[in-house]
């Protein structure tokens, strides 16, 4: 009985401490003038600090409050990253004191953590553009919360157009726009003059210092950083912004090794990375309290900037990098470059340091550069990526006058115009522009248009078992295999043993087919050099498309280990990813750009005359990651029976005298006719 009660006053302090961390927030004192002006308004802009509560409070307001909210329609809170959905989901749970999945959910792209009992959900931007497929006009929906506004990530651009669109006919529906930044005149003159409820943050005083010289290897300037402001600096964790995975993990590594090396010398450092593909369990230790004497560093993606509020900082290194997708449409080719990041952006990390107490924020870049040499704000991703999958999306929801779509600042002509003929080239448009049986099909699968064809082309080649499974590998395949330096020959072989006849595809099915046989084991990943995590990704991501497959009614069948089929189905995909061996090395078919076979591909050490490749990389010179190798010269491309000839043709390059010509030339003209016009 005694152990009942030892638990009940235990859970009654948690509650009481929860509630007090509630009250204790920036927006608390603004709750009321808040929710009438929600009552007043269908679309407000929210302007306030990071980590001024708007995130975590303003849906559970809006639950606990009966005018604003039926217990038959859902509050929806986008977030533009998928490791913010799921942690401020949690974070809300905890609070509200309901289990995770429940009242309260989750829901992004391949893992849906809702139930029938889901009030309110948290989803990443592309998920609830994905629901407008099944329910254009969002009708389970109460209100929406278009959160972290001011990344102007690609979906979020997108869900401005349509939710402006929706908001003009159904007056039932809230619309709530939450930015961080100063920025919030534009999104309210967007949205037809709506009003903007500021709440002002908790900040203290941050003390900037730069270096005097720039860095050569910030990398280890960060590493240097960190021990300097451990050994010299009062109590106080300390943030540190890098570009991506690799770097935080190396950096993780070289500061766990120099405190190994230095043993008692110093206290104890605890440090904690935090980034997308981290698994969950990994990514709530950064909230965890710091343990007493120790200093707590969290080494992180720029995630950290807005969208996730870490306590106990009062230390930031920001070496001002980012890495930024950048799309080149002269040249077709998409790249995640590191770039120096914006000056809001380094202004926003700057702030993180301010949080709690007066702090220090130590950027390792000149003065001078932070003036000159970066752009006020960062350029919307709208206006720099590939738009063949927001094309598609937009096609299947009707609407075909792209070019007037309300967009707050539209992409590129060309960009939109390749896109159209991509998608016109792979069977998604017809030569008017309007969406095909075989485009409505495509765009019921979440991912890029080149995959969801090659998916959907494995119907044909009766080969869509082991499709399924490629699709699956290629959506975690930049973090299958892993190299521990210190075992660096061991996994080398390890891969090695994978290696199959056909390319790098097929290099990735064996790896799952065995990782199945072992019965998905963890000790096999382990002897292996696989990630498990990975793996377990891929299996989700399988599931989830197989299930897709059925809605659109593909029957899912083996090739019985024929390697022919699968690599038909490959090429109806990523015909426009072609690329010829010439004397100067390989070059892409559509835009004669020199291009390299990855060194970690298994054709490495091969030269066949012709290659598919899935995606091209730019690191130190332009790569082909993830190629098959093809021995066919004629009919390469699997679908209605053209050559690779007649393909390049629908791409407008290299034309041949056996490719027919009316046809695709129309096509193109019918393109071009609705890119320029708008028709």
Known sequence: MQSHVGVDETLSK?????QEVRRSLPIFPFREDLLRAITQHQILVIEGETGSGKTTQIPQYLMEDVRLHSRRNEIGCTQPRRVAAMSVAARVAEETGVKLGNEVGYSIRFEDCTSERTVLKYMTDGMLLREFLTEP????YSVVIIDEAHERTLH???LFGLIKDIARFRSDLKVLVASATLDTERFSCFFDDAPVFRIPGRRFPVDIFYTKAPEADYLEACVVSVLQIHVTQAPGDC??????QEEIEACCEMLQERCRRLGSKIAELVVLPIYANLPSDMQAKIFSPTPPGARKVVVATNIAETSLTIDGIIYVIDPGFCKQKSYNARTGMESLIVTPCSRASANQR??????????????LYTAWAFKHEMEETTIPEIQRTNLGNVVLLLKSLGINDLIHFDFMDPPPHETLVLALEQLYALGALNHLGELTKMGRRM??????PMLSKMILASEQYK???EVLTIAAMLSVNNSIFYRPKDKVVHADNARMNFTVPGGDHLVLLNVYNQWVESGFSTQWCYENFIQFRSMRRARDVRDQLEGLMERIEVEVVSSLEDSVPIRKAITAGYFYHTARLSKGGYKTVKHQQTVYVHPNSSLFEEQPRWLIYHELVFTTKEFMRQVPMFVYRQRLVAGSGSSLLQEQRAGGQQQQEDAPQTGQDQGRAGIEAQGGHGQ
Do not use: H, Y
């Open 137 to 140: 006009d969002l009708a389970s």
């Open 350 to 363: 700057a702030g993180r340091a301010g949080r709690v107490a007066a702090g220090k924020c130590f950027r």
């Open 443 to 448: 765009a019921e699968l979440p991912v890029d």
């Open 156 to 158: 979020t651009d997108i």
């Open 239 to 244: 943030l540190v912004f890098l570009t991506g």
């Open 14 to 18: 948690l509650c009481q401490s929860i």
């Open 463 to 465: 080969c869509s078992e």
